[in-house]
C-alpha cells in the first residue's frame, strides 16, 4: 500500500495527478485487487511508435463527435502562438530572444508568440484538455507533444490536418525512421520538433562530493544512501517508470506484463517513501540541478548539455545506464481550433531548412531530426567540434541499438497504469 509520507511533489508532477485524478482511473488497489481483468497478452504492439494508441479523446471514448476545424485567417493576421517546452530553442544569452524566430518573422512577416510553458505532457494538456473537446480556441496555434500524448489527440480528432504544400521542406527532409508512425502515417498531422534520449544526468562536482565519482552508469547509483534526498525524477510516467523497467530487464517497447510493471512501481514508491527521492518533476528539476538541491535525476539528454553550454564547462553529466535508456520524440501538432493554421505551417517548413535546424540543435542539443543538419551545423562559428560529432544529436548505430521507445498503450492499459503511478505519486 502506498504511503503518504512522500517528498511533496513539483507542480507539474502535481498537477499530472489532478489530471489523472479527474480522469476517474483505477487506483493502485483497485487495479491489484483485480489484476485478470487487464488481458494484457491480446493485442498488444511491438517496439517502437507501433501499436494502439492510449488515446482517452471524443473518438477513443465514442462520446462526444469530433469538433469543428477553426477557420484559417492567417491571410489577414500575420501572428502565431506557439507553446513549447523550456531550453527548447535557440537563444541570445544577451537579449533572451531567439535569433532563428526573428529571423523568421523578418523574413516572413508573421510574428511569433512563444511561450516555454509545457512542463509535463499530461498538466498541459490536463489544462486545456475541456477547451480541446469543445474545438475551442485557447490561443494555440502549435504545440509540441511528446509521441504518445500527440497519439492522443491526433486519434481523438482535435488536431488539424496539414497542409504539406505548405511543408515542402518536411516532406524532403524528415529523417526515414520518424516518417511513418503509429497514429500519424505519412505525418499528415505531426512534424517531429525535436527528439532526445532518457538517462541519468547529474551534477559533476555535487556527486564527487557526496560520493567521491565522477559519473553514474547504473539507476541503482541512484539509490546511493549519500544521495538521499538528492534525487529527482521525471513525472512522466514513461520516462521513469520505463528506465526502471529497463534496470529489471524489462523490454518496455514489446509487451510486458502487469506483474513486471508493478515491480517497478514497487522500486518507485520505496523511494519516494524513503525520502531519497526528493521530488518528482517535469522540465523544472534543471534548476534545481543548478542551485546543487538536486545532485542526480533520471533526465533528457537534451537539457543537461544546454545547461553545460550555460555554465561554459562540463559541470554536468550524462550517460545512458548501462542497462539501456529510452528514446523519445516531441512534434508539432496545430490543435483543432487554432485560427492560424497556414503560419504555423510556414514556420514549421522554416524549421525544417537543414541550416535552420543546424542552429536549434547546436543550442538544445537535442537529437535533430532534419536530413543535412548535420553538415550544416559544421559550417556554424563557434560550434566545437563536440556539438558536431555528439552522439546526443546525431545518434550512433550502438546507441541506437541501446534505447527503446516505450511501446503505445492500449485505451484500457493507459487507464490502468495511470491508475496505479497516480496514487504511488499523490496518494
Not at 121 to 138: A, E, I, L, P, V
Not at 236 to 255: A, C, F
Request: aromatic share 8%; net charge neutral.
Amino acid at each position: 500500500m502506498p504511503s503518504s509520507k512522500h517528498p511533496p511533489l513539483g507542480p507539474e508532477a502535481a498537477a499530472v495527478v489532478r489530471a489523472l485524478s479527474s480522469s476517474g482511473r483505477l487506483s493502485r488497489r483497485s487495479l491489484l485487487g483485480s489484476a485478470g481483468v487487464l488481458g494484457l497478452g491480446a493485442g498488444l504492439a511491438g517496439c517502437g511508435t507501433s501499436g494502439t494508441s492510449g488515446g482517452t479523446g471524443a473518438s477513443a471514448q465514442g462520446a462526444t463527435p469530433k469538433p469543428p476545424q477553426a477557420k484559417d485567417v492567417s491571410d489577414t493576421e500575420k501572428t502565431l502562438a506557439w507553446a513549447n517546452w523550456t531550453l527548447y530553442i535557440d537563444k541570445n544569452e544577451d537579449s533572451k530572444t531567439s535569433p532563428t524566430l526573428m529571423e523568421f518573422t523578418k523574413s516572413t512577416g508573421i510574428t511569433v508568440n512563444y511561450q516555454e510553458e509545457v512542463e509535463d505532457n499530461d498538466s498541459f494538456y490536463g489544462k486545456h484538455q475541456g477547451q480541446w473537446r469543445q474545438g475551442q480556441d485557447f490561443d494555440r496555434d502549435l504545440v509540441v507533444f511528446t509521441d504518445w500524448m500527440a497519439s492522443r489527440v491526433v486519434k481523438a480528432g482535435w488536431v488539424q490536418k496539414l497542409d504539406k504544400k505548405n511543408i515542402p521542406n518536411g516532406e524532403k527532409n524528415l529523417l526515414d525512421t520518424l516518417k511513418n508512425i503509429d497514429y500519424d502515417p505519412g505525418r499528415n498531422y505531426s512534424l517531429t520538433w525535436q527528439s532526445g534520449y532518457t538517462g541519468l544526468g547529474w551534477n559533476v562536482a555535487r556527486l564527487k562530493a557526496l560520493t567521491g565519482k565522477t559519473e553514474l552508469r547504473t539507476l541503482d547509483e541512484l539509490w546511493d544512501p549519500k544521495l538521499k534526498g538528492r534525487i529527482e525524477v521525471l513525472s512522466d510516467m514513461r520516462d521513469t517508470v520505463g528506465l526502471i523497467m529497463k534496470s529489471q530487464n524489462v523490454k518496455v517497447g514489446e509487451k510486458f506484463t502487469t506483474n513486471q510493471f508493478d515491480a517497478a512501481m514497487d522500486v518507485l514508491e520505496k523511494q519516494l517513501s524513503s525520502g531519497q527521492i526528493r521530488q518528482v518533476k517535469g522540465n523544472s528539476y534543471k534548476e534545481d540541478l543548478v542551485s546543487g538541491d538536486a545532485v542526480a535525476a533520471i533526465c533528457w539528454s537534451g537539457d543537461i548539455f544546454q545547461l553545460n553550454s550555460e555554465a561554459k564547462g562540463q559541470k554536468y553529466g550524462f550517460a545512458l545506464p548501462e542497462s539501456g535508456g529510452l528514446l523519445w520524440n516531441d512534434n508539432m501538432i496545430v490543435p483543432i481550433g487554432a485560427r492560424h493554421k497556414s503560419n504555423a505551417e510556414i514556420l514549421m517548413n522554416y524549421y525544417y531548412d537543414p541550416a535552420v535546424a543546424a542552429k536549434v540543435a547546436a543550442y538544445v542539443n537535442y537529437i535533430c531530426p532534419v536530413k543535412g543538419a548535420q553538415e550544416e551545423i559544421a559550417k556554424l562559428k563557434g560550434v566545437s567540434r563536440e556539438i558536431v560529432k555528439s552522439p546526443y544529436i546525431f545518434p550512433t548505430a550502438e546507441d541506437l541499438g541501446r534505447v527503446e521507445i516505450f511501446r503505445s498503450l492500449s485505451t484500457q492499459e493507459e487507464r490502468d497504469f495511470t491508475g496505479i503511478y497516480q496514487e504511488v505519486l499523490g496518494a
